[in-house]
T-cell receptor, first 114, second 114 residues
């Protein structure tokens, strides 16, 4: 497994503000993803974080709302922009190592927007 | 499009009973991967097991076992002799070869009572 550090672990934010979540991995991984888990729901993929280029977003998610960066193989950020209470969720970073098919997850960021 | 269905929303058992979680999937790909993840109350997502579409051999790993049947598109998971620490939400997930993006089922909440 990979050691994944995700920060912050939780935050309470005012509506209209933005929050940037960081995901740091202990070794190089091939793929990094960001998922959202709304309260009481399952996980939904937001986007694939691509190293050195724009992220690939899933249907229903747009770059203006969820800008993602991945400057190198071990680090990525997800920003939740112009937040509203509907953005209250757990956001999880996920990684894949080369040659593996199972994804490992960070501990998640529990976001509450008030 | 791929789809994962977990028909059971909640299961409650007494300690030492066996628990079987059902998962049915849909995919057009011939090569795909199936997973079970556990999400305890703390919120992190823990990888449990993986199965490749080309390997239908069922296995046992400690108290966990799984039954993969391509003919019925099912990937069921059993916890033998359940313990209170097994209380969590269990997610079945599917990824297709090539993109490794996970599609999750709705999750089954397992409560093990002492």
């Amino acid at each position: 497994s990979a050691v994944i550090s995700q920060k912050p672990s939780r935050d309470i934010c005012q509506r209209g503000t933005s929050l940037t979540i960081q995901c740091q991995v202990d070794s190089q991984v091939t793929m990094m993803f960001w998922y959202r888990q709304q309260p009481g729901q399952s996980l939904t993929l937001i986007a694939t974080a691509n190293q050195g280029s724009e992220a690939t977003y899933e249907s229903g998610f747009v770059i203006d709302k969820f800008p993602i960066s991945r400057p190198n193989l071990t680090f990525s950020t997800l920003t939740v922009s112009n937040m509203s209470p509907e953005d209250s969720s757990i956001y999880l970073c996920s990684v894949l190592r080369r040659g593996n098919t199972e994804a490992f997850f960070g501990q998640g960021t529990r976001l509450t927007v008030v | 499009a791929q789809k994962v269905t977990q028909a059971q929303t909640e299961i409650s058992v007494v300690e030492k009973e066996d628990v079987t979680l059902d998962c049915v999937y849909e995919t057009r790909d011939t090569t795909y991967y199936l997973f079970w993840y556990k999400q305890p109350p703390s919120g992190e997502l823990v990888f449990l097991i993986r199965r490749n579409s080309f390997d239908e051999q069922n296995e046992i790993s400690g108290r966990y076992s799984w039954n993969f049947q391509k003919s019925t598109s099912s990937f069921n998971f059993t916890i033998t002799a359940s313990q209170v620490v097994d209380s969590a939400v269990y997610f079945c997930a599917l990824s297709e070869a090539g993109d490794y993006k996970l599609s999750f089922g709705a999750g089954t909440t397992v409560t093990v009572r002492a």
